[in-house]
């Protein structure tokens, strides 16, 4: 069955594929469990020479990667732009830490020699997100098939033409059937889940986290499962409030706040609340809202219908139980919701616990640094937090939070090289950094006596 990818910004149709039938779905991961052991008989050495050259095609084809990821789910033409200067600018340094981390490791004493190896899984299902529809699809798609699995992989179904294009750009320095790409919704991920996979790594919402943990628990399939958040950040007593609220602003509006690590809660001491609430107004009239491909625009529309309605939800349920609007910016209509400062944002609302995944920066006030910390450990998610103060102490109220990844006076975006993992029910393995790509391989030890 045909599906038509839509602009949200316009509503026009950006193209069409072909949905997977389950059928279809079973039958393209055979054509990968075949291609497999051939892919998987190459040495890592092999595998990374082949991809390389990807590098190349990747910063060829960045406008057209761009202007695809803009068409099907509306961010600015030039935060997609650095999306796509993302995948391919650190290509070489990847491909070396994935080969670092999949290589073999020797531990011995006088009497034995062991050997760690990083076998192939087998066949990875690779689903991702609409959000970021060329870092999400690129972070499991190389260290999958570097460590010799072959891949079906399903993009989003809001963004599946770029996708595509993504893929064909893989596939140009990969043999036949070692990537194939399935279409189609939900019930495509579900149908490549249950089939005959390996390894499911999924990046996306906990809600669908949860059913595929359930599914893979029934024959113990790997899964590296990166989900949702409730990002809070602290403003503390001794924060620099101009760095606070425009990091605020952008953590909150950037990709109309269609971030997992989108920053959805902010949490400031009584003290310093109209101060830093002042200065959150000022930064967040910058942010214009528009069709993507207009000059100037930073925030664009809600990827559809639905998620604009469960923001206008969060914000109504907000305003009806005592919170305030500080500043909005002029209602577009269509996908679009106005970027918004929320103010008096207490926990019986709930913008307070649910993902809210929109332009809202939701403002709390606590009355001490303990209630800050205490608030942002609520709730059931752990993906990111961020703390503007003096960087001693704010070390010490990073160590009590419960963020898989915590950002001292800036984002949580961390060094090459690390991880990106949520804590609780944010993430169930993660991937990046050494110990990310390991999951994506199956670790073996094989020991025999020195000297034989
Ligand atoms: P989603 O869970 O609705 O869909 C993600 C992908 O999974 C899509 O390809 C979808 O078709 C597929 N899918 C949906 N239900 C499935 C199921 N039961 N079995 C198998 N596949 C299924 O999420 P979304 O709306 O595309 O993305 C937004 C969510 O992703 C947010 O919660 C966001 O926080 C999260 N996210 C997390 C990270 C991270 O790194 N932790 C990064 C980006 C987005």
Redesign the pocket.
Known sequence: MKRASIDPSTGAVVGHVTEASPDDVRAAVARARAAQPAWAARSLGERAALLRPLAADLEVHAEALAQSTTAEMGKPLADARAEADTIFSRFDAEVDEVVDALSPEVRRTARVHSTIVRDPLGVAAC??????PLL?PH?QLLPALLAGNTVVF?????TPLTGDLLASLWRRHLPPDVLLVVH???R???A??AADVDL?A????????R??LG?ASRTFKRVVL????KDPLLVLDDADLGAAAQFAARNAFRNAG????ATERILVTEGRRDAFVDRLVAAAGSWSQGDGRTDGVRVGPM?HAR?RTHVASLVSDALAKGARVAWQGPDLGGNFFPPTVLVDVTNDMRIATE?T?GPVAAVSTVPDEDAAIREANAGRYG?GAVIFGEPTRARAIASRLAAGMVGINQSVAGAPGTP?V?ARE??YGF?SGADGHRQFAQTRVISEPVGS
């Open positions: 689903i991702t997100p609409w959000n970021f999400m972070e399903k993009p989003s179904e809001e189609g919704d939900e495509a991920g579900v490549l889940v499911i999924f990046t996306g919402s906990r809600e669908a986290g059913a595929i599914e990166e989900l949702g958040g269609q971030v997992c690590v990827v998620q993902e995944f993906l990106w949520g944010s993430g991937h």
